[in-house]
């Protein structure tokens, strides 16, 4: 069975804290790991990743895939009140035409003014 | 920027009844995905859609639920009995063909009484 793992599950710091989210998997047909930010409603999508080693970035947000060890990594730093909200990690897996998502449960980023 | 919408918002229906759920994907995109995600649970993959018939479907997707879309922009979820454990949010993905990352809808909140 594809599994994907979170941790932590739940992670409350101040403004300005750096913080690093950890996402495991063990799938069959592995095609690309993505981050997305959950709000109130729809997950928005922050990176795709699809080879080891290359770190992606966007702002405060950067993110970086072990295929080997099979895990991904999610840093933010400087963190504000409004990057409060779940992380969802999600492996793309199975053939082009379907590339289904496998979620993670989510990390709770809480961050306080 | 072009983005996935879905309609309604939320929907209360009683057990037994069909429902239809609604989605317009970003214009260009030829990929398809119904997810959905139960309160406090993880996103789960229902169906993935291309060329106009089913690449994928999960466990979950049942004879009772089906997709179409029925002319060139909308992409509709139909669930032909509903029962109550069919509350859930339901979220429509699109993504283009090159890139791999899919685009969350906001979501439709089912609520089956």
């Known amino acids: 069975e594809d599994k994907v793992v979170q941790s932590p599950l739940s992670l409350v710091v101040h403004e300005g804290d750096t913080v690093t989210l950890n996402c495991s998997y063990e799938?069959?047909?592995?095609?690309?790991l993505l981050w997305y930010k959950q709000e109130k409603k729809a997950p928005t999508f922050l990176f795709m990743l699809t080879s080891s080693g290359i770190e992606k970035k966007s702002g405060r947000l950067s993110s970086i895939l072990d295929k080997k060890e099979l895990f991904s990594i999610l840093n933010i730093t400087a963190t504000q009140t409004g990057d409060s909200a779940v992380y969802l990690c999600?492996?793309?897996?199975?053939?082009?035409?379907?590339?289904?998502?496998?979620f993670g449960e989510g990390t709770q980023l809480t961050v306080n003014p | 920027e072009p983005e996935v919408t879905q309609t309604p918002s939320h929907q209360v229906t009683q057990m037994g009844q069909e429902v239809i759920l609604r989605c317009v994907p970003i214009?260009?995109?030829?990929?398809f995905y119904w997810y959905r995600q139960i309160l406090g649970q993880k996103v789960e993959f229902l169906v993935s859609f291309y060329n106009n018939e089913i690449s994928e479907k999960s466990e979950i997707f049942d004879d009772q639920f089906s997709v179409e879309r029925p002319d060139g922009s909308n992409f509709t979820l139909k669930i032909r009995s509903t029962k109550l454990e069919d509350s859930a949010m339901y979220f429509c993905a699109s993504r283009g063909s090159y890139r791999h990352e899919q685009y969350f809808g906001p979501g439709t909140r089912l609520t089956v009484t």
């Open positions: 999600a492996v793309g897996l199975g053939k082009t035409s379907g590339s289904r998502l496998t």
């Open positions: 214009s260009n995109h030829l990929y």
């Open positions: 799938v069959t047909n592995f095609r690309s």
